[in-house]
């Protein structure tokens, strides 16, 4: 029964995996300088926090090795490759306290939480490829701080409100229900 399960969580993983590579070659792109934002490119790797760590930390790699392989520049799979730490840091929160996501405004909470753990870590894994880059101090706040901090902030929480109804249509699942950690979601108060 346990190996049956182990199967069952490699094939949602997997899934996952290549939604989260194959949504950024296909989805809406709004490009600002030299950054996109995709929408729902995060959502794979959000739904894999309902699931558990361990799965959150495989679809932020796997999503960041088909950022790789497909050929995007490389600060942009370093800024995929920074989606293991939010992923993981949620999971694990979700996992600790799975009612969060029963009540709208908790959910609101964890929302913008991870979302501020998702600009800071993109905003640190940019620096190196914007320093010293012959930008002057004013260009260099705009692009990290402006762009990627504030800009990933908001692309962060839309792909999160994205993901909860694809994630309480997807927990209907019996299967899925049963290898998830966040057996249930309320988008709305007493819903």
């Avoid at 620096?127 to 901090?149: A, C, E, K, R, S």
Wanted: proline residues 5%.
């Amino acid at each position: 029964m346990k190996s049956h399960k182990h199967m069952q969580i490699l094939v949602l993983a997997s899934l996952l995996i290549a939604v989260g590579t194959v949504i950024p070659m296909l989805m809406p792109k709004i490009i600002v300088g030299p950054m996109s934002f995709t929408l729902a490119s995060h959502v794979a790797v959000m739904i894999a926090i309902f699931i558990s760590p361990a799965v959150a930390i495989a679809v932020a790699l796997g999503t960041t090795l088909g950022f790789f392989m497909a050929g995007f520049p490389f600060v942009v799979v370093m800024r995929a490759l920074t989606h293991v730490i939010w992923a993981y840091l949620g999971a694990k929160y979700a996992q600790k306290k799975p009612q969060i996501f029963e009540k709208p405004l908790k959910t609101l909470q964890f929302n913008l939480m991870i979302a501020l753990i998702h600009a800071l870590s993109e905003m640190i894994i940019v620096i190196p490829f914007y320093y010293g880059n012959g930008m002057d101090l004013q260009t260099f706040v705009y692009m990290v701080f402006g762009l990627v901090g504030l800009g990933t902030m908001i692309h962060s929480s839309i792909d999160f409100c994205i993901t909860l109804p694809v994630w309480k249509a997807l927990s209907q699942s019996r299967v899925i229900n049963g290898i998830s950690q966040i057996k249930k979601i309320n988008l709305i108060k007493n819903a």
